[in-house]
C-alpha cells in the first residue's frame, strides 16, 4: 500500500500492538561474497528469523482509532492527528486482502534488538491510558541524585526515533495540503513521516501528478 523510507511512519506504528507480533523462521538463499569469473554466483540456504506485526484490517482500525487521543496528547503543540488517521484508514480499506501488516526487515535492522526494544516501548505506550510522570522522591538524597521520568517525554522520543517526524513543524492536514503554495520542505517530510509514500497505488494524502508538478514549479 505504502512504504516509508528507512523509517516507520507514525501512524503505521499505531496500527499495532506488541501483541500483534509474530516470528518465524526461513530458509532464504543468500549469495556468498566468493567471485567466480564467468559462472553464476554461488549460493547458500540460511536460516533468517523475520518478525512483524500482523492484524486484521478491522483491527488495526480500531487500534488507531483508539491510539488518537494519546498520540494527540504527546504531539499536542503539533497538531491533530485525526485527518492523517481518517486517510490511512480509508487508504486500508481500498486495499485488498483481509490483513494488514509491516515488513519491518524493510525498514529496521533485522540483528539490531535495540530498534526492536524502542518499537516495543512504543507499542506498548498506546496500551497506556495514563501519561502521568513517575513521582517525585521523597527523601531529599533521592530529589539530589535522581530525576522524575516523565513517560510522556519518554514515549514521545520513541516514536520521533521511529517515525522521523520533527515536532518543531506542525502536523498539518493532509486535506488540502498540496493546495497551499506555502508548504515547505520539512511540512512534506512530516507528512511522509506521519504516514508514509505510495507504492505500488495512489495514495490520498499525496498529490496528484498535476499538484505535483506545480510544486515542482513553485520550489525550482
Request: glycine letters at 4%; proline letters at 9%.
Amino acid at each position: 500500500m505504502a512504504e516509508g523510507i528507512c523509517r516507520i511512519p507514525l501512524l503505521w506504528i499505531a496500527l499495532f500492538r506488541w501483541s500483534d507480533m509474530r516470528c518465524q523462521t526461513l530458509a532464504v538463499r543468500q549469495f556468498t561474497n566468493r567471485r567466480q569469473t564467468g559462472l553464476a554466483p554461488p549460493s547458500e540456504l540460511v536460516q533468517l528469523e523475520y518478525r512483524a506485526p500482523f492484524a486484521m484490517k478491522e483491527t488495526a482500525i480500531a487500534q488507531l482509532n483508539a491510539s488518537l487521543p494519546h498520540l494527540n496528547r504527546l504531539f499536542s503543540e503539533c497538531g491533530i492527528l485525526d485527518d492523517h488517521a481518517s486517510m490511512l484508514c480509508d487508504a486500508i480499506n481500498k486495499t485488498p486482502g483481509r490483513f494488514v501488516t509491516l515488513e519491518i526487515d524493510e525498514i529496521l535492522e533485522r540483528e539490531n534488538e535495540a530498534d526492536f526494544a524502542i518499537l516495543h516501548k512504543a507499542m506498548t505506550f498506546l496500551d497506556e491510558p495514563l501519561l502521568a510522570p513517575t513521582p517525585i522522591p521523597s527523601s531529599f538524597f533521592s530529589r539530589l541524585f535522581s530525576r522524575p521520568k516523565d513517560p510522556t517525554a519518554l514515549a514521545r522520543r520513541e516514536f520521533v526515533s521511529l517515525s522521523g517526524v520533527k515536532p518543531k513543524y506542525p502536523f498539518r492536514s493532509p486535506i488540502g495540503f498540496w493546495d497551499d503554495p506555502d508548504i515547505n520542505q520539512d511540512e512534506m517530510l512530516n507528512l511522509s513521516a506521519l504516514l508514509g509514500t505510495q507504492l505500488f497505488r495512489p495514495v490520498p494524502w499525496e498529490p496528484t501528478e498535476h499538484q505535483a508538478d506545480g510544486v515542482e514549479d513553485d520550489e525550482g
